[in-house]
């Protein structure tokens, strides 16, 4: 069984940063596409970030753009959502995925595998 587990979440002022790490438990899945998605109080879980199976191509939500940055280290089995100049609308339940294939994809009927979430919360 897939398991992604999420960490780094936490509370943290606007302006700050964070870095979110997500380890997949199945090294054999180091090669698809992963992807980042976020879940605010009363809205739907949105687009966040997404980089390839071969990290060499990543997509972001217009919102993050300039302000995240998502990387992944093949040889830890792991991906990152480093996150600067935070704003409270960030402030968000935050979820990573491993898509079906290699190639960057943004919709979540997309993803295959999902973690449990970690709390990011910006304060003003």
């Known amino acids: 069984q897939v398991q992604l587990v999420e960490s780094g979440g936490g509370l943290v002022q606007a302006g700050g940063s964070l870095r979110l790490s997500c380890a997949r438990s199945v090294r054999t899945l180091s090669s698809y596409a992963m992807g980042w998605f976020r879940q605010a109080p009363g809205k739907e879980r949105e687009f966040v970030a997404a980089?390839?199976?071969?990290?060499?191509?990543?997509t972001y939500a217009d919102s993050v753009k300039g302000r995240f940055t998502i990387s992944r280290d093949g040889a830890k089995n792991t991906a990152y959502l480093q996150m600067n100049s935070l704003k409270p609308e960030d402030t968000a339940v935050y979820y990573c995925?491993?898509?079906?294939?290699?190639?960057?994809?943004?919709?979540?009927?997309?993803?295959?595998?999902w973690g449990q979430g970690t709390q990011v919360t910006v304060s003003s």
């Open positions: 995925a491993s898509a079906f294939g290699t190639n960057v994809v943004t919709t979540q009927r997309e993803y295959k595998y």
């Open positions: 980089i390839s199976g071969s990290g060499g191509a990543t």
